[in-house]
């Protein structure tokens, strides 16, 4: 009898081994993935296209008060110098204090780091890993790092299957005022490829001003879920109407896209900005409510109030202030797209997300208390 149970037990484990290979073999290997990619071989999508659900928990808690990071301090940028190891340990210990879901930006050395560092030194942080890439019309270079940063999303989703709980392929590429807004045909080339070659969900990220629209739909149709960017400051909204205006942007995406979740893959609030950049689409212009740490603070609030009501998963844009956006070095300090952040570029807090964080500690202990958060 001893003899076979443990008779069974051996062929129940070879059972999953074999199992495991088979799901494993079933993806291409990457070099076969390059070779498709560069050789312009049409790829397929999924048929029929079984929707892969997006779950931002972690220990069934759910995590969907998120955080975009980028990791780049001053001196440093995604074409030159990156953080160091230890830099990368410090971002993860203040950032897990606060959120554990965070938004990455591309699939580079950077981003294997941070996916290694949150491994190693058992960070309790999930990541929505990013896949950059650029128009190609005209531009061998483009493809090239297209098909490079595609082939290294898909390593590294391969890699961290317990950390890269979803893949996004792809930022604001659709959106009529993209500075590199790519053919649509392209986009769903490497959405597809990536999709066919991992298991975790797949997705794309624009602006509200693409999902708005019904030439969206194709796109949509092949993503498991929706990434929206919607930024009330950046389109002349005052504090006091940003959440419902927001709100209401949100609603006609969900409207146009019944069959897909949706969720917020950037807000956020500035601290700067050079009001005297005078133009079309400058800020400017187009900035008409209070810029300052006051009224992030008070943004802040009203964000977790509507995720708290709304259970909807937000990425607030950012985590740190980077001093590389925005012309960099050749910019003054006011200049917007660099101070988005929730902490400055040195890792200080801002008053504002002090304020922020004393309204969440006493929410939250009215609530251990049976009160509300009024």
Not at 48 to 74: H, M, T, V
Request: aromatic share 10%; with cysteine; hydrophobic share 35%.
């Amino acid at each position: 009898m001893k003899r076979e149970f443990i008779k069974g037990i051996l062929i129940l484990i070879a059972i999953i081994i074999l199992s495991s290979c088979n799901i494993n073999n079933s993806f291409k290997s990457i070099s076969e993935i390059r070779i498709s990619l560069e050789s312009d071989v049409l790829i397929d999508s999924e048929k029929p296209f079984k929707i892969r659900e997006f779950k931002p928990y972690l220990n069934d808690q759910w995590i969907g008060k998120a955080i975009s990071y980028g990791c780049y301090r001053k001196g440093q940028a995604p074409w030159g110098t990156g953080p160091s190891d230890v830099e990368i340990k410090q971002d993860l210990n203040i950032i897990s204090a606060y959120w554990n879901l965070i938004r990455v930006y591309n699939a580079d050395n950077d981003t294997e780091r941070i996916l290694e560092s949150i491994k190693e030194h058992s960070f309790p942080v999930k990541v929505m890993l990013g896949i950059w890439l650029e128009k190609e019309s005209e531009n061998s270079i483009g493809k090239e790092g297209n098909v490079n940063n595609v082939l290294r999303g898909i390593e590294l989703a391969r890699k961290y299957p317990e950390i890269v709980i979803a893949v996004n392929a792809g930022n604001e590429t659709q959106v009529y005022w993209s500075g590199h807004r790519m053919e649509s045909a392209n986009l769903l080339k490497y959405i597809r490829v990536v999709r066919n070659n991992i298991a975790q969900p797949v997705t794309t990220a624009d602006d509200y001003n693409f999902w708005n629209k019904s030439e969206s739909k194709q796109i949509a149709s092949e993503v498991d879920f929706i990434v929206t960017h919607i930024y009330p400051l950046w389109n002349s909204k005052l504090l006091n109407e940003s959440i419902s205006w927001m709100s209401k942007e949100l609603a006609v995406i969900n409207s146009l896209h019944e069959d897909k979740s949706i969720i917020l893959g950037e807000i956020g609030w500035a601290t700067n900005y050079n009001p005297e950049k005078k133009g079309q689409g400058q800020q400017g212009t187009l900035i008409k409510g209070d810029v300052s740490l006051q009224t992030q603070g008070e943004f802040l609030i009203m964000l977790d109030k509507w995720i708290e009501a709304n259970r909807t998963t937000t990425f607030l844009f950012e985590a740190f202030d980077e001093l590389w956006k925005g012309g960099a070095e050749n910019t003054g300090s006011n200049e917007i797209e660099k101070n988005w952040g929730a902490f400055y570029e040195n890792r200080e807090p801002k008053q504002s997300f002090i304020n922020y964080q004393k309204y969440v500690n006493e929410h939250n202990q009215k609530i251990r208390h049976g009160g509300n958060n009024e």
